[in-house]
């Protein structure tokens, strides 16, 4: 089994920092990527940054320039650098990684609890 644990949510003032952090553990042959998404109140979730296995990343339009994905792959720890936080930020973030199980060889995509990161004065 695979387990995806994410922390570093929090309150915020806007202009404000937060570093997420999503630590992968279990049976793990490989990961071929691992993102972040995020749930607003009342919309569908969306996908934030993503960061593939040979440190390629692509952003959504709106966090470009402010947000920063990067990997440790000794760790299988993927992180979410957030800055010149705004208030429209505010949702849940969910990580995702797409795992390559050693038993099967097969791709399986997993998700985060979620970890809330409120943007607010």
């Known amino acids: 089994q695979v387990q995806l644990v994410e922390s570093g949510g929090g309150l915020v003032q806007p202009g404000g920092s937060l570093r997420l952090s999503c630590a992968a553990s279990g049976s793990i042959g490989s990961i071929n990527s691992m993102g972040w998404y995020r749930q607003a109140p009342g919309k569908q979730r969306e996908l934030v940054a993503k960061?593939?296995?040979?440190?390629?990343?692509n952003y959504q339009d709106s966090v470009k320039g402010r947000f920063t994905i990067s990997r440790d792959n000794a760790k299988n720890t993927a992180y979410l650098q957030m800055n010149s936080l705004k208030p429209e930020d505010t949702a849940v973030y969910y990580c995702?990684?797409?795992?390559?199980?050693?038993?099967?060889?097969?791709?399986?995509?997993?998700w985060g609890q979620g970890t809330q990161v409120t943007v607010s004065s």
């Open positions: 995702n990684a797409l795992i390559r199980l050693p038993a099967t060889m097969k791709l399986q995509g997993y």
């Open positions: 960061i593939i296995s040979d440190s390629s990343t």
